[in-house]
């Protein structure tokens, strides 16, 4: 394990982070959206993370002791049905009258946002405190 | 691996209370080579001079090991180094003076 | 003759095992969020006193069959093979939603204090090569 392999890692957490921030921003964003791409209203949308290994740039990974990255495997979304509003005038209301809303809780992504932001300086951090180990370390060689 | 600081504190204080360098200067000032008895007194206080420079070599050591070790206490560690150092770079220097003190002689003799 | 001693020896293995630590919290604080992951750490005092047994006579300082510094693990050069590491799952501190237990501040905190450590290791390595080099250019340098 070496000095390139963290900065991967924590790349890795910095990259999957930042899918998160966008993906709440996006739910955000599309809170009352009723007619997504699809014609449907906009359903949530969720990262997945995965641990993964990442091998060392220099070494065969050895499977079990590489430390372990993080990746979005895949974005799915929230199959949980959205609020229905009785708005007769509403141009996408269905026959009765009803809308569907995006199944999204505005409070519910700024705590993810919060949350993903919070996790992103965890790992900018631990960046910071990697070029700061090499630093020392190369001044061995003064 | 257990680090004494009980023993470690010995040692700083027998390097510090014994004065060497005062007494060797002093040694070094009297020495006369018609009288012999101050001449083994100047090559005392040197062999003297030189353990304690070593003490603080293994001193300086066993601070190290305790910090490779995750125990040990930082600032200690870096104190013990920096003296190690410096009676390093004073004995060399010493040394040198002694040297070059020596080949003046020979040459005087020639 | 030999130079450079089991002190110098013992500070370049404890650098190589920080790293390695550090390795494995970045790890932890990447994960922070995946649902599962258990945290892992590396036991330093373990780590260090099994690498002193597993060398031998190394651990005085002599020579022995693995490098020339009398430390047997590992090439010189080479760092620590990961596989010889006691990397130990954290015990879970409390409970969790999704599985993951990873304590994002107590994980920063042991990954300020591994790199304040890495410092000292690096910093007195500096200090007794200086010494070393010092003396080997006649006071000069």
Same mark, same amino acid.
């Given at each position: 394990?070496?000095?390139?392999?963290?900065?991967?890692?924590?790349?890795?957490?910095?990259?999957?982070?930042? =899918?998160?921030?966008?993906?709440?921003?996006?739910?955000?964003?599309?809170?009352?959206?009723?007619?997504?791409?699809?014609?449907?209203?906009?359903?949530?949308?969720?990262?997945?993370?995965?641990?993964?290994?990442?091998?060392?740039?220099?070494?065969?990974?050895?499977?079990?002791?590489?430390?372990?990255?993080?990746?979005?495997?895949?974005?799915?979304?929230?199959? =949980?049905?959205?609020?229905?509003?009785?708005?007769?005038?509403?141009?996408?209301?269905?026959?009765?009258?009803?809308?569907?809303?995006?199944?999204?809780?505005?409070?519910?992504?700024?705590?993810?946002?919060?949350?993903?932001?919070?996790?992103?300086?965890?790992?900018?951090?631990?960046?910071?405190?990697?070029?700061?180990?090499?630093?020392?370390?190369?001044?061995?060689?003064? | 691996?257990?680090?004494?600081?009980?023993?470690?504190?010995?040692?700083?204080?027998?390097?510090?209370?014994?004065?060497?360098?005062?007494?060797?200067?002093?040694?070094?000032?009297?020495?006369?080579?018609?009288?012999?008895?101050?001449?083994?007194?100047?090559?005392?206080?040197?062999?003297?001079?030189?353990?304690? #420079?070593?003490?603080?070599?293994?001193?300086?050591?066993?601070?190290?090991?305790?910090?490779?070790?995750?125990?040990?206490?930082?600032?200690?560690?870096?104190?013990?180094?920096?003296?190690?150092? #410096?009676?390093?770079?004073?004995?060399?220097?010493?040394?040198?003076?002694?040297?070059?003190?020596?080949?003046?002689?020979?040459?005087?003799?020639? | 003759?030999?130079?450079?001693?089991?002190?110098?020896?013992?500070?370049?293995?404890?650098?190589?095992?920080?790293?390695?630590?550090?390795?494995?919290?970045?790890?932890?604080?990447?994960?922070?969020?995946?649902?599962?992951?258990?945290?892992?750490?590396?036991?330093?005092?373990?780590?260090?006193? /099994?690498?002193?047994?597993?060398?031998?006579?190394?651990?005085?300082?002599?020579?022995?069959?693995?490098?020339?510094?009398?430390?047997?693990?590992?090439?010189?050069?080479?760092?620590?093979?990961?596989?010889?590491?006691?990397?130990?799952?954290?015990?879970?501190?409390?409970?969790?939603?999704?599985?993951?237990?990873?304590?994002?501040?107590?994980?920063?905190?042991?990954?300020?204090?591994?790199?304040?450590?890495? /410092?000292?290791?690096?910093?007195?390595?500096?200090?007794?090569?200086?010494?070393?080099?010092?003396?080997?250019?006649?006071?000069?340098?």
């Amino acid at each position: 394990m070496d000095f390139l392999t963290a900065l991967h890692v924590s790349g890795s957490g910095l990259s999957a982070e930042r =899918t998160r921030v966008n993906l709440a921003s996006s739910n955000l964003a599309n809170a009352e959206t009723t007619r997504g791409p699809n014609g449907k209203p906009y359903q949530r949308l969720d990262p997945v993370f995965e641990a993964i290994h990442m091998a060392g740039q220099n070494e065969a990974p050895t499977v079990g002791q590489a430390p372990l990255g993080v990746e979005v495997s895949q974005i799915v979304a929230d199959q =949980t049905p959205g609020k229905m509003v009785y708005s007769p005038d509403h141009p996408d209301a269905d026959a009765d009258g009803f809308v569907t809303l995006p199944n999204v809780n505005p409070i519910a992504e700024i705590v993810n946002l919060l949350s993903a932001s919070r996790a992103f300086e965890a790992n900018a951090t631990a960046i910071e405190t990697l070029k700061q180990m090499a630093s020392r370390g190369l001044d061995i060689a003064k | 691996m257990t680090i004494d600081s009980g023993q470690l504190d010995l040692q700083y204080d027998e390097v510090e209370r014994s004065g060497g360098l005062d007494r060797l200067d002093r040694a070094g000032q009297t020495a006369n080579a018609s009288d012999p008895a101050s001449l083994d007194r100047f090559k005392s206080e040197l062999g003297k001079a030189i353990g304690e #420079v070593d003490k603080l070599q293994v001193a300086a050591d066993t601070q190290a090991d305790a910090v490779a070790h995750g125990a040990g206490n930082l600032h200690e560690m870096a104190l013990a180094l920096e003296k190690a150092d #410096v009676a390093m770079r004073l004995a060399m220097r010493i040394r040198n003076k002694l040297v070059d003190t020596y080949n003046d002689i020979m040459k005087m003799g020639m | 003759m030999r130079v450079f001693d089991g002190t110098l020896a013992r500070l370049e293995r404890s650098l190589d095992v920080r790293l390695v630590r550090q390795n494995v919290l970045a790890a932890n604080l990447a994960n922070v969020d995946t649902p599962g992951f258990r945290p892992k750490d590396v036991d330093f005092a373990a780590t260090m006193t /099994a690498i002193e047994g597993s060398a031998g006579h190394g651990a005085e300082g002599t020579p022995s069959p693995g490098g020339t510094d009398g430390m047997g693990a590992g090439a010189p050069g080479q760092g620590i093979p990961a596989d010889d590491l006691p990397i130990v799952d954290v015990p879970a501190g409390g409970a969790s939603l999704d599985g993951n237990t990873v304590d994002l501040d107590r994980t920063m905190v042991a990954m300020a204090e591994n790199a304040l450590q890495y /410092a000292a290791s690096a910093r007195a390595a500096g200090v007794k090569l200086g010494i070393l080099r010092y003396v080997a250019s006649d006071g000069n340098g």
